[in-house]
């Protein structure tokens, strides 16, 4: 029998590809194009949800409430971006019980402090090794699952260098965590390090970001670098604010959508790929639902 645990998923090739969402209708797309994961990402919910960037400024309760959201209707791995677990060891534990309540896979926790950023900008700080192995030990042991993996990211490379990072994802590693994450390396050559260093004994996670600080590459050289895992988590939110910048401005010339149309769905091909017709008819079965004579209504 196979196993179909994200565990067992990361531990086969090829590579897991993981796109970014931040909603149920990016996450019913992704999952309609044939993806097995999808991450849920704190920048995309900061950028969509507050229009505002990556800084720490998104709520624990916000991602709960869009993980629950994006579970109701999609059944795909959810990966969940998790920022700093929101505080110290106490709230990690607090953080992973909601969230694996809420239909995570895994939960990812990164070693910054406050004031946190996006891992592709600059004047990150972080708080001490220790402190992090801490918080890790403290997801694994909140977890109800064995299942649900906790995912250790680590920013060093911006702040104390490659080799700190390196050591701080050893660290974490033996805290417990199931997969490692080290953040922004700035050459391929770091990426292949990473690899060599600690993909033989945890499975390893790569970021792409469109303009970041590491080089894009595609999945399958990710992999042969020893790489289990990849997300290209912004990459949505860049797709759909050009397309919408493009539409509004084109709606502002125009006095109207019709030159937009070719690049647009329309009423019926949106319902019918968010299931408006099933779902419709599925509710008639209910319209005039009778009950049976010899059934109890619960009256004297």
Do not use: W
């Not at 969509?48 to 795909?76: H, K, Q």
């Not at 390196?166 to 805290?175: C, G, I, K, P, S």
């Amino acid at each position: 029998m196979i196993d179909n645990t994200l565990r067992a998923r990361l531990a086969r090739p090829p590579i897991l590809i993981a796109p970014g969402v931040y909603d149920p209708l990016t996450a019913l797309i992704a999952e309609q194009a044939g993806f097995e994961a999808l991450y849920v990402s704190g920048a995309a919910i900061a950028y969509t949800r507050l229009g505002r960037p990556d800084i720490g400024l998104v709520s624990l309760s916000e991602v709960v409430d869009t993980v629950a959201l994006i579970r109701e209707r999609v059944g795909t791995y959810l990966v969940v971006d998790a920022d700093t677990g929101y505080g110290n060891a106490l709230n990690v534990e607090r953080t992973v019980r909601l969230l694996e309540r809420a239909g995570a896979n895994a939960i990812q926790i990164e070693d910054q402090d406050f004031p946190k950023r996006c891992g592709h900008l600059d004047d990150k700080a972080l708080i001490p090794a220790p402190e992090m192995a801490g918080k890790i030990k403290a997801a694994v042991d909140a977890r109800r699952s064995a299942e649900t993996l906790i995912i250790a990211r680590t920013d060093a490379v911006a702040v104390e260098g490659f080799e700190a990072a390196v050591a701080r994802a050893a660290l974490y590693r033996d805290a417990g965590a199931d997969m490692l994450f080290v953040e922004a390396p700035r050459q391929q050559d770091e990426l292949g390090r990473v690899g060599a260093a600690l993909g033989k004994t945890t499975p390893l996670m790569a970021n792409m970001v469109e303009g970041g600080k590491t080089p894009v590459m595609a999945a399958s050289e990710l992999q042969a670098l020893g790489f289990a895992f990849v997300i290209f988590p912004g990459g949505i939110v860049r797709a759909l604010a050009k397309t919408a910048q493009d539409f509004y401005g084109a709606l502002k010339a125009n006095g109207t959508t019709d030159p937009f149309r070719p690049r647009m769905f329309d009423f019926d091909a949106l319902n019918t790929l968010i299931g408006t017709p099933d779902m419709l008819e599925r509710g008639k079965r209910y319209a005039s639902h009778e009950a049976r004579p010899d059934r109890k209504t619960g009256q004297d």
